[in-house]
């Protein structure tokens, strides 16, 4: 019998998976390397914190007030007010330890990241849109000077709330990492990880809902979907909306919040809102079936719907007052460029309201002077 054949196939397995081995010995040593002087890194950066928390502990011990506000850089009253709601960063050691490991243990000076936010009041300080991947641009709306903050978190789609001061949350959008959200300081170009999402979700609108920041609906890329979650320390799940969408408006008035528009397959004109700890699905329609609207507040009953987006390429520059009373939408002069608002933008000061828009070409600062539309 001839076993040539099988020789020949034996001997050639054997061979490679020699191969294999050396080459898997040589790739383990070198990522054991790796780890190892990482870990050192990491190691050393910690030392470095208990070494400062230590020095903290000592000056308070001996009451070098002083001392304290020059180590970690704030005043006490502000440390005392930020230690009530901090949450000391983990480190993450697992199968991912090399590219994972967060640079979050650098304390000079120490830093803190707060955790508890309170809904901004217009005129907002600063504006943010997203002009690249990795690439966020900031608008100062006191001097109207722009910057530019780069960090691997940002992406086009990702989600974007202002929160008062310098301060942004934002989520890390159409990536594999859809339920990861942060707190970014723009002009100390600082990232902060916050708590992840419970709902993986993509395309939502980001708002306040009884005084905490929070995502409404959005989409997993095939289905929109209706879950609402708010941060308190922890995303949790809040009350579902009526009609499940993406790409939505929202705008809060008094204690109630109003959610306009979006998309559920087809784009709709369809309005709800939360109130008396319920959402209530309004007997009234937008005029318009629309998406990525602009909404600015008037006063206690009134608001300004602008622009939206009403197919593919296609925008609008309508502009509406209505009235959260009864319903009622009375046409104002249409605005000058037709657009939609990508991430609710928008700051108010006297009758002057400074958006982010996106237009045919590009997303951009545009001013809109409102006595044109009331």
């Given at each position: 019998?001839?076993?040539s054949?099988?020789?020949?196939?034996?001997?050639?397995m054997?061979?490679?998976?020699?191969?294999?081995?050396?080459?898997?010995r040589?790739?383990?040593?070198?990522?054991?390397?790796?780890?190892?002087?990482?870990?050192?890194?990491?190691?050393?950066?910690?030392?470095?914190?208990?070494?400062?928390?230590?020095?903290?502990?000592?000056?308070?011990?001996g009451?070098?007030?002083?001392?304290?506000?020059?180590?970690?850089?704030?005043?006490?009253?502000?440390?005392?007010?930020?230690?009530?709601?901090?949450?000391?960063?983990?480190?993450?050691?697992?199968?991912?330890f090399?590219?994972?490991?967060?640079?979050?243990?650098?304390?000079s000076?120490?830093?803190f990241?707060?955790?508890?936010?309170t809904?901004?009041?217009?005129?907002?300080?600063?504006l943010g849109?997203?002009?690249?991947?990795?690439?966020?641009?900031v608008?100062?709306?006191?001097?109207?000077?722009?910057?530019?903050?780069?960090?691997?978190v940002?992406?086009?789609s990702s989600?974007?709330?202002?929160?008062?001061?310098?301060?942004?949350?934002?989520?890390?959008?159409?990536?594999?990492?859809?339920?990861r959200?942060?707190?970014?300081?723009?002009?100390?170009h600082?990232?902060?990880?916050?708590?992840?999402?419970?709902?993986?979700?993509m395309?939502?609108?980001?708002?306040w809902?009884?005084?905490?920041?929070?995502?409404?609906?959005g989409?997993?890329?095939?289905?929109?979907?209706?879950?609402?979650?708010?941060?308190?320390?922890?995303?949790?799940?809040?009350?579902?909306?009526?009609?499940s969408r993406?790409?939505?408006?929202?705008?809060?008035?008094?204690?109630d919040?109003?959610i306009?528009?979006?998309?559920?397959?087809?784009?709709?004109?369809?309005?709800?809102v939360?109130?008396?700890?319920r959402?209530?699905?309004l007997?009234?329609k937008?005029?318009?079936?629309?998406?990525?609207?602009g909404?600015?507040?008037l006063?206690?009953?009134?608001?300004?719907?602008?622009?939206?987006?009403?197919?593919?390429?296609?925008?609008?520059n309508?502009?509406?007052?209505?009235?959260?009373?009864?319903?009622?939408?009375?046409?104002?002069?249409?605005?000058?460029?037709?657009?939609?608002?990508?991430?609710?933008?928008?700051?108010?000061?006297?009758?002057?309201?400074?958006?982010?828009?996106k237009?045919?070409?590009?997303?951009?600062?545009?001013?809109?002077?409102?006595?044109?539309?009331?």
């Amino acid at each position: 019998m001839d076993t040539s054949n099988i020789l020949k196939v034996i001997t050639s397995m054997r061979n490679d998976l020699t191969v294999s081995l050396s080459t898997l010995r040589d790739r383990t040593k070198s990522i054991v390397a790796l780890i190892k002087a990482h870990s050192k890194d990491v190691n050393d950066e910690i030392q470095s914190m208990i070494s400062v928390c230590e020095q903290i502990i000592s000056q308070i011990a001996g009451n070098k007030l002083t001392e304290v506000e020059d180590l970690i850089g704030i005043p006490l009253t502000e440390a005392s007010n930020i230690c009530q709601n901090w949450v000391v960063p983990k480190l993450e050691v697992d199968m991912h330890f090399i590219s994972r490991i967060p640079k979050i243990f650098s304390m000079s000076p120490l830093r803190f990241c707060p955790f508890s936010f309170t809904k901004p009041s217009q005129p907002y300080d600063y504006l943010g849109y997203f002009t690249d991947v990795k690439e966020m641009t900031v608008l100062d709306t006191n001097t109207e000077e722009e910057f530019t903050i780069h960090n691997e978190v940002f992406h086009y789609s990702s989600g974007l709330l202002y929160l008062g001061g310098e301060q942004f949350l934002v989520t890390e959008g159409m990536t594999a990492n859809k339920k990861r959200t942060y707190l970014v300081k723009c002009l100390s170009h600082e990232v902060f990880r916050l708590p992840d999402l419970n709902t993986e979700r993509m395309h939502f609108c980001m708002g306040w809902l009884d005084g905490l920041p929070a995502v409404f609906g959005g989409s997993t890329g095939l289905h929109p979907i209706s879950s609402v979650e708010v941060l308190e320390r922890e995303w949790r799940e809040h009350s579902n909306l009526n009609i499940s969408r993406s790409e939505a408006t929202n705008v809060t008035v008094g204690n109630d919040t109003y959610i306009f528009g979006g998309v559920n397959y087809q784009r709709l004109d369809a309005v709800e809102v939360w109130r008396k700890k319920r959402w209530e699905l309004l007997p009234f329609k937008m005029p318009l079936r629309l998406n990525l609207v602009g909404v600015v507040k008037l006063n206690s009953y009134e608001v300004l719907i602008l622009g939206g987006a009403e197919g593919n390429e296609k925008y609008s520059n309508y502009v509406w007052k209505m009235n959260l009373e009864n319903g009622m939408f009375s046409t104002c002069a249409s605005m000058p460029i037709n657009c939609y608002f990508p991430k609710k933008m928008i700051s108010v000061r006297e009758l002057t309201a400074t958006c982010i828009i996106k237009d045919r070409i590009f997303k951009r600062p545009q001013k809109l002077d409102l006595k044109d539309y009331i």
